[in-house]
């Protein structure tokens, strides 16, 4: 950390740094913080942007970038803020990190902030007549301001940027999001195929995608805000809700966090208990990505073939959580319930018939001539546009980034198992789908060692440390990453510290990785056809809710 | 002609819950009866649409996996007849709202019921669609799909097991069968929207 | 083997007997076009539950059980209710073409089942160009499907269309040449002549390696023809939410869902009568009891057998295969399809003209 710290004082001398932290901090001016980026990434290799979280400090407002080097596996973060609350301005870093792009879009809908020489100002979560910005700490929710609406909203046609000069004076400029004369037509927000509530403007040439405009927000629930005011154990439920097919997943991840925060020891067994769950949720995750991207290819069948072997999985879910879905099993110290007796059985079981059952998904579907045809080569995705779009997961493996968290930052005991990180070069549909079903044996080899674990460590034993009832959290801010099945899955939170009897997060901000990989969407669909716009965002495969939160 | 309690196959009247509601439209219905003819073709007619109900997919979030989970191997909801799940409002019989609307839906979620055809039926599917559920304190969310379209059945749950699913077709089954079509006894109010659409 | 003509003879010295002879044929006329609906209708209801169950065998579930016996009045409720929903009609339509579109769906359907052999001496009519005449109405389906996508007035609906209007008409080319190869070695295109001439082996075996061919081109492009299985691109549920019927309610979308089945049984009898021998029961030269023992299987059901089994192919292809891109489904047609049935149809000479088939 000091070795960087010295590094970084040398590229930009202004810069401040914080070193009590889990990450090495820079504070730094917005007027140098466009040339330090770009320096960061030319000189430090920190070529990827993890989060950009917005902030409301109160007296002023501004972002908290979390930069990691994909070589080394470095982790800075920088602080950038502006004391004007009226009309807030920063600049932009999308021509630096493109994937900055989305994100910088979703800050100023929630905070107001405007980037400077963002190409793209529109709204991207709430209707484009919203009235004011609700993660703002003023924000006025009265329901007056913003009642229900049930007139259609108007399609903005229009592009909005602030443009500075070399003078240094900021105009706002307005650019065409579609010319006059392309045929437009609408997908989703409900259609068969958008996996839920998406919507994206597609301007064709005859069945030839020229442009797709994403349009978000159609399930967007308001979960950052609604976490601030609830307390600490309170705010779990929420995670589950994101990302439901990484219910596990996600909770996992944020109990990590605040038992960081917390430094709280959990015990070894009840990480061994989170893990296997979370593989059990990748698997029946991917075997429902594998459903989805087939019958979105027209092979409905597959679909069936995946979902009877889900319920197996349902079922190892049904009797030691209680639920199906949404079990809510993880929680701050460990998890609520011992397992079921017959917990590793089950597992051993249904491991036992999804790998054998993998060679009839690949006789069905994969050898096929027609999806072949379909899938190879279609929608590539560099390893220099997957980092540079913060794509990860299978869809970044796919294009050759090691980007697994469970082998860069391993947590939650990942480093005792024996795996391998599945990654391919095509970069292609192909290569996604394919990650994701030697995934799936990965998982499946994994659950065979956890399952032998457990039975060292005892079937039955202790489940959940001992935690205090009211949850207090100093002041200051933590960020945890964990593998989720669509991509690195990111919490950060910031606590206040304050000594009231419920204590309640500042600020709780959820990097999900699909919201990175809409990103991709207009990049890989372009000059490809309608049929292949489906074939690449079904083996992207993202969920909706985790995109809008 | 007096209109009958409504059976459903391998399921006993007296385990349905909120019977009360079925058998207060019942005593509406044979309050103002009709004659043998017209009472005999309407049963038919509901027996058909009861039987034949096709699902329109709306799903925006958990509870949609369940639904695909309903229609799957295990459950499979064909068995009910209501496999024939149709992408177009204007095929289908029911909504099953599944999922949280928010306010930026909620205009997409009225259109699409206004494009559905007659006879058209909704069941709020989750605790979201019922009532907002977890999300009910959120500044963009709609707390309960009642506010926008006539809701038939509600499903509590978050998201509800296929089981109660079903159970809730079974409901909206019962609910048809004791409706009327040809007597008209059921719609007593006229249509108050113009139908003659604007151009703009 | 029973001959259905002697029972139709009947009827038709009976009427003629009773009434002057334009009567007579007047009332033959309606009666055969009653026929005729109600076996459309009665076949296109088997079919639909045909599908959904062997749809549900496929996909491990079991499909309708649950109304009626079996589920056997599954479909009965699904009429009713089709029967009794409301038919929307859309403000920027072309009124006149939307309404008119089914019904022409609906008619180069009926017209090409009318053709089809049903049994010895059980036929509508008996052309001494039936087969031409098949291929000549079952494309007034395409205008139907073409007008109903553009007078919708949706972009979606609109896609659909094109994509259809260019599927069907590529590959009713394919179709026709491998109908031709059949023509070339039966040597008439009379159906009865087609059926009669299979007596002694079905041209699938007779008709040594470029029958084969031409079978396998014939049910790719049947398929295609049919907007089925892989080539479902007009509708492409999961592209095109419901393609060219997307605005279609009630029982005009009943109409394009009933013509959808029919036509899967109108290019399963054609395959069946081309390539399986029609109603011509299994004979194998010099098996004479074996042979015996067929005939005395009604030829009606030869011919529907045929047809089912021929259908359960189809069925199995499309439950089975995902769907081609519209680029893809095209390069099949022209530069695979037409060359190879091209090339096929002059082996078919040949061999014809040499005298090497059995």
């Known amino acids: ?58 007296e002023a407002l501004g972002v908290m970038c979390y930069l990691t080097n994909t070589e080394s596996g470095d982790i800075v973060h920088v602080k950038v803020s502006t004391a004007n609350r009226e009309t807030p301005r920063l600049h932009s870093v999308s021509d630096v990190w493109a994937v900055a792009n989305y994100q910088e879009r979703e800050v100023y809908d929630f905070f107001g902030i ?60 307005h650019g065409l999001v579609f010319d006059f004369d392309e045929y437009v037509i609408n997908f989703g927000p409900q259609h068969p195929s958008t996996h839920g509530v998406m919507r994206y403007r597609v301007s064709l040439d005859g069945e030839i995608v020229k442009k797709v405009d994403v349009v978000s927000g159609y399930i967007h629930r308001g979960i950052e805000k609604m976490c601030e005011s609830l307390t600490w154990p309170q705010t779990l439920l929420y995670t589950e809700r ?24 959990v015990p070894r067994r009840a990480e061994l208990i989170r893990l296997m769950m979370d593989e059990l949720m990748r698997l029946s995750s991917h075997l429902l990505s594998y459903g989805c991207l087939t019958m979105d290819q027209g092979t409905t069948t597959a679909f069936f073939y995946g979902f009877r072997d889900r319920e197996l999985i349902y079922d ?162 933590w960020y945890q990453q964990v593998e989720a099945s669509r991509g690195a899955f990111g919490v950060y939170i910031e606590s206040d510290g304050d000594a009231k009897p419920f204590q309640k997060p500042y600020r709780m901000h959820f990097q999900t990785p699909c919201f990175n990989l809409i990103g991709v969407v207009d990049l890989t669909c372009r000059d490809n056809m309608i049929a292949d716009l489906i074939t690449i965002t079904a083996s992207i495969d993202f969920v909706i809710p985790d995109i809008d939160r | 002609m007096e209109v ?77 007849g209501a496999e024939v799940a149709r992408n177009s409002p204007r095929q289908a019989d029911y909504i099953m709202c599944q999922g949280t609307i928010t306010y930026r839906m909620a205009p997409v979620l009225k259109r699409l019921y206004e494009q559905m055809a007659e006879p058209k039926y909704v069941i709020a599917c989750g605790a979201c669609t019922v009532s907002g559920g977890p999300f009910k304190n959120s500044y963009c969310v709609v707390k309960g799909v009642d506010e926008i379209i006539p809701v038939d059945v509600y499903l509590p749950g978050c998201p509800p097991r296929p089981e109660a699913m079903f159970y809730a077709l079974m409901q909206l089954q019962r609910k048809i069968k004791v409706s009327r079509f040809l007597g008209g006894a059921n719609r007593k109010e006229k249509l108050t929207y113009d139908p003659e659409p604007c151009l703009e | 083997m029973f001959d259905l003509s002697s029972v139709t003879g009947w009827i038709h010295g009976w009427l003629s007997g009773i009434m002057p002879s334009w009567l007579a044929t007047t009332t033959e006329c309606v009666l055969v076009a009653l026929f005729l609906l109600i076996a459309y209708s009665v076949l296109a209801m088997i079919y639909i539950m045909y599908e959904r169950w062997v749809c549900g065998w496929i996909q491990c579930r079991r499909g309708p059980i649950r109304v009626g016996p079996g589920g056997s009045l599954q479909i009965f409720a699904d009429v009713f209710k089709i029967l009794t929903k409301e038919i929307i ?26 053709c089809l052999p049903w049994g010895k001496g059980f036929q509508v009519i008996d052309f001494n160009i039936g087969v031409f005449f098949i291929i000549a109405v079952s494309s007034i389906g395409v205008l139907g499907i073409l007008l109903a996508g553009w007078s919708s007035n949706s972009k979606y609906t609109l896609i659909g269309a094109m994509r259809s209007g260019a599927q069907m008409i590529s590959y009713e080319l394919s179709v026709g040449i491998s109908i031709l190869t059949v023509v070339c070695l039966a040597g008439t295109m009379s159906i009865t002549g087609l059926v009669e001439a299979q007596a002694d082996g079905w041209f699938l075996f007779k008709g040594h390696l470029p029958a084969v061919v031409a079978f396998i081109i014939y049910i790719i492009a049947a398929n295609a023809e049919n907007n089925r299985g ?33 036509n899967l049984f109108v290019v399963s009898g054609i395959a069946s009568l081309l390539f399986l021998g029609g109603w011509m029961p299994l004979h194998i030269p010099g098996w004479e009891g074996f042979n015996a023992v067929m005939d005395y299987i009604p030829s009606t059901l030869w011919f529907l057998g045929k047809a089912f089994f021929m259908t359960f192919i189809f069925m199995w292809i499309r439950w089975s295969f995902p769907r081609v891109r519209i680029d893809q489904m095209l390069a099949l047609e022209w530069r695979y399809l037409m060359p190879i049935g091209l090339v096929n149809l002059v082996v078919m000479a040949v061999v014809v003209t040499q005298g090497w088939y059995f």
């Not at chain 1, 001398?13 to 770009?38: M, N, R, Y």
């Not at chain 2, 509406?28 to 096709?54: E, T």
């Open chain 3, 89 to 114: 009609t859309l403000w920027s339509t072309d009124k006149f073409l939307f309404f008119l579109a089914p019904f022409l769906v609906v008619l180069a359907s009926v017209l090409t089942f009318a």
């Open chain 2, 4 to 80: 009958k309690k409504p059976k459903i196959k391998s399921m006993k009247y007296e385990d349905f819950k909120d019977n009360e509601y079925i058998e207060d439209l019942l005593a509406q219905l044979n309050a103002s009866g009709v004659n043998v003819v017209v009472g005999k073709a309407d049963q038919l007619l509901n027996w058909s649409r009861s039987n034949s109900l096709w699902p329109f997919c709306f799903g925006t979030s958990c509870c949609a996996i369940e639904f695909m989970c309903l229609g799957a191997a295990r459950y499979d909801m064909a068995r009910f």
């Open chain 1, 316 to 477: 190892i879910f049904d009797r030691t959580c209680g639920a199906r879905m949404s079990m809510s099993y993880s929680t701050i110290g460990g998890v609520v319930a011992d397992v079921h007796p017959d917990f590793v059985n089950d597992v051993r079981h249904a491991c036992d018939v999804i790998e054998k059952n993998m060679k009839e998904y690949h006789q069905l579907f994969t050898g096929n001539v027609i999806a072949r045809n379909r899938m190879v080569g279609v929608g590539t995705l560099s390893r220099e546009q997957a980092v540079d779009y913060c794509i990860t997961g299978p869809s970044g493996r796919a294009s050759g980034v090691h980007c697994d968290v469970r082998k860069t930052h391993p947590y939650s005991r990942y480093e005792e198992f024996d795996f391998d990180e599945v990654t391919r070069t095509g970069g292609d549909s192909m290569a996604r789908y394919m990650v994701r079903m030697d995934e799936m044996l990965q998982s499946i080899k994994i659950l065979r060692q956890a399952c032998d674990k457990l039975e060292q460590e005892g079937i039955q034993g202790e489940y959940c440390a001992k935690v205090p009832k009211m949850i207090k959290l100093p002041a200051g801010h």
């Open chain 1, 242 to 265: 994101m990302d439901y097919m990484a219910a596990h997943i996600n909770r996992h991840c944020l109990c990590l966090c605040i038992e960081k925060a917390m430094g709280l020891e």
């Open chain 3, 230 to 262: 892989p080539f479902d691109l007009p509708e492409a549920e999961h592209e095109l939410t419901a393609g060219y019927h997307t605005e279609y309610s009630g029982i005009h979308y009943g109409l394009f869902y009933l013509a959808e089945y029919l």
């Open chain 1, 1 to 58: 950390m000091a070795d960087l710290k010295e590094q970084i004082g040398k590229l930009c001398p202004q810069a401040q740094f914080d070193t009590e932290g889990e990450f090495l901090l820079i504070t730094i001016d917005d007027a140098q913080w466009h040339p330090l980026a770009v320096s960061l990434k030319r000189e430090l290799h920190f070529d990827q942007l993890m989060a950009l979280v917005g902030m409301d400090w109160g």
């Open chain 1, 114 to 173: 405007v980037f400077v020489n963002h190409p793209d100002m529109r709204r991207f979560f709430l209707r484009n007549d919203w009235v004011g910005h609700p993660l703002r700490k003023d924000y006025d929710a009265s329901p007056e301001k913003n009642p229900l609406r049930l007139d259609d909203e108007t399609n903005e046609d229009y592009t909005c940027s602030w443009v500075e000069d070399d003078k240094g004076n900021v105009t706002k400029k």
